[in-house]
């Protein structure tokens, strides 16, 4: 499998990432030749769990401060609570996210993960899902919600948990493999 080669993809995550929501997306893509790169918003090791029990640290590969969107032909955002709870609050990752959609780049998040894109103002008029309780959050940011395993809304892949994982990876490899989409825009 090697439909990515070439392809270069950031995940973007901190501390409190849950685990397999990380791991499992960096596997699939890189059993399909993308070169994966965690960036965050220090540098070193953040730490991940599995729901409420830590699990194991990845390291960083890039700050925030070294790369932007350009570097990059996808982006993917993992969940758990505390991970996007950090970054949807932080101006330098709401940028970077932000700079995919206005490029048509394809973005991939799951379970809390959509909380990112909700808090970069890129989601009005999309469809999307997440895990159940930020529904009413990724409402308020213009976007319609559904409970469906993944959903693909023009370069934009969403799912809910970590039992979504295979249907989530697998589009993802997808849209990425499909590169730059032309609905995948930043809505005003």
């Not at 220090?42 to 925030?64: N, S, Y």
């Not at 955002?77 to 206005?102: H, M, Q, S, W």
């Not at 809910?160 to 930043?186: N, S, V, Y």
Request: hydrophobic content about 40%; proline content about 4%; overall charge negative.
């Amino acid at each position: 499998m090697s439909h990515l080669t070439g392809k270069r993809v950031a995940i973007l995550a901190t501390d409190g990432f849950e685990q397999s929501e990380l791991t499992e997306p960096m596997r699939a893509l890189k059993e399909h030749n993308a070169q994966v790169d965690v960036v965050s918003l220090d540098g070193g090791r953040i730490q991940g769990f599995k729901h409420f029990d830590k699990g194991e640290q990845v390291a960083v590969d890039h700050v925030l401060s070294e790369v932007s969107a350009q570097d990059y032909d996808a982006l993917v955002i993992p969940g758990g609570l505390f991970n996007p709870d950090a970054l949807r609050v932080d101006d330098k990752a709401l940028a970077f996210t932000r700079g995919f959609f206005e490029a048509g780049k394809p973005v991939g998040a799951i379970c809390h993960g959509p909380w990112v894109l909700a808090n970069a103002d890129v989601l009005k008029g999309r469809t999307v899902t997440s895990v159940p309780n930020i529904r009413k959050d990724l409402e308020n940011a213009g976007a319609t919600w559904k409970d469906d395993e993944v959903i693909v809304d023009k370069g934009l892949v969403t799912s809910r948990t970590p039992k979504d994982l295979p249907a989530f990876c697998a589009k993802l490899m997808e849209e990425i493999a499909e590169g730059k989409h032309g609905g995948q825009r930043r809505s005003a």
